[in-house]
Structures are given as C-alpha cells and as structure tokens.
C-alpha cells in the first residue's frame, strides 16, 4: 500500500474511533465503555485497534478534548483580541461562554462533547485533561485577569467561590442542552447562539450578586 494511502486509512480510522468513543463516552461515562466497545461502534473489526492508535484511555480522553479545544481556543482568541481593554464584565464573560456553544452549534445535530465533557468533569482521574487543555489555556488566564479588573472589591474567597459556580454552568447547562436537542425535547432557548447569550446574564448575575458577610468573617 501506497504511503499516502496508508496514512489516509490511519487517519480516518483514528478519526471513527475518536467518532465512537466521544459518543460512547458521553452516554456512558468515561469507565463504563472497554476498548472493544469503542473498536466495535468505530467499524473495527480488530479490538486492539483502539490502543495502537490512542494508548491509554486517558491519552483517547485527551485526544478528543484536543480536537475541540483547539477550535474553541482559536474563536476565544479572536474575541479576546476584539475585547483588549474592556471593562464590561459582559464582554469578559461572552468571551468564556461564546467559543464553545458557537462549536456546539456549528456541526449540527446531535453532537456530543458538552455530554462527554461532563462526564469527563465528574471524574477526578479525569478533570485533570480538561483543566490542561482549556482551563489552562493562555485565553482563560487572560479572562481570569479581565475578571478580576472588572470585580475589584470581590473578595478573594468569593472570586473563587463564584468562579466555581460558573465553571458548574459552564459545564452543566450545554450539557443538558445538548441532551435535550439530541432527544428532540423543548429547549429555553432556539439556539447555540440564544442559549449562549441566556448564560452570559445568568453569569452577569452571579459575579454582580450582593455579597452578605459570614458569621465567620465577622469573628
């Protein structure tokens, strides 16, 4: 077989197995789907064929979350830079949320990385790959900093504790959407795009919230 032609097969056959396993995966969990589930569902007559490609499960895991992340990252950049310099909390905030519900609604129905990257959230083992490959990328740090320009007096404590609110969100309500559409039951919102721009306020709302101080921060 030609190189060419050999090369072409591989890459088709790691883009069904990466298909199979986000699938799987997503409706699953993450532990609950073998190796010769994900080969099978991928057209592969060979179970071995998942770890020749992809190794471990975590490396499948981190495979898939790269393949998103790179296209969500390159969006969130480009808003980033439409934004330099802001002060509207909303705009920091749409720069969080827009990048990945506008790749949620891009590829049409039904996908299923918001489900899948729930799954991956719940598992501790697991987080680990999402917080690498976007929690950790250049863009969040930059809308952390744009965060805490536009939230001077939040206290610290609060600034952390909002923002694992928002990450709970941020998390859980594509992924319900997600769900809902590819069940074909009613969503809030008619789009990626509406649902996105319902977040932000939601979001809006939990950094501008009243802070009440504690019985512990009075003593």
């Known amino acids: 077989m030609p190189a060419r032609a050999r090369t072409d097969r591989n890459e088709a056959t790691r883009t069904s197995i990466l298909d199979a396993a986000e ?22 007559g060979n179970t071995a ?29 480009q808003m980033l830079a439409r934004i330099e310099g802001s002060d509207d909390l909303r705009d920091w905030l749409a720069c969080l949320v827009r990048p990945t519900f506008d790749h949620l609604g891009a590829p049409g129905t039904p996908t299923w990385y918001a489900r899948f990257g729930a799954q991956v959230m719940s598992d501790p083992a697991l987080r680990a790959i999402i917080v690498d490959e976007h929690l950790g990328s250049p863009g969040l740090m ?34 319900e959407r997600e769900r809902a559409v590819a069940e074909g039951t009613p969503t809030a919102r008619a789009t990626w795009a509406d649902a996105a721009t319902g977040l932000v306020d939601v979001l809006v709302g939990v950094w501008l919230a009243p802070v009440t101080a504690t019985d512990q921060e009075h003593a």
Not at 35 to 42: C, D, G, H, P
């Open 49 to 77: 064929v998942v770890g020749y490609h992809f190794g471990s499960k975590h490396d499948l895991v981190r495979a898939i979350v790269r393949r998103h992340s790179e296209d969500i990252e390159r969006s969130r950049e």
């Open 142 to 175: 930059r809308i952390l900093d744009g965060l805490h320009a536009c939230l001077p007096s939040l206290p610290p404590a609060v600034f952390r504790e909002r923002g694992d609110i928002a990450r709970s969100l941020l998390v859980d309500v594509p992924a």
């Open 23 to 44: 699938r799987l995966f997503a409706e699953h969990g993450v532990h609950e789907v073998s190796n010769r589930q994900v080969a099978e569902a991928a057209g592969q």
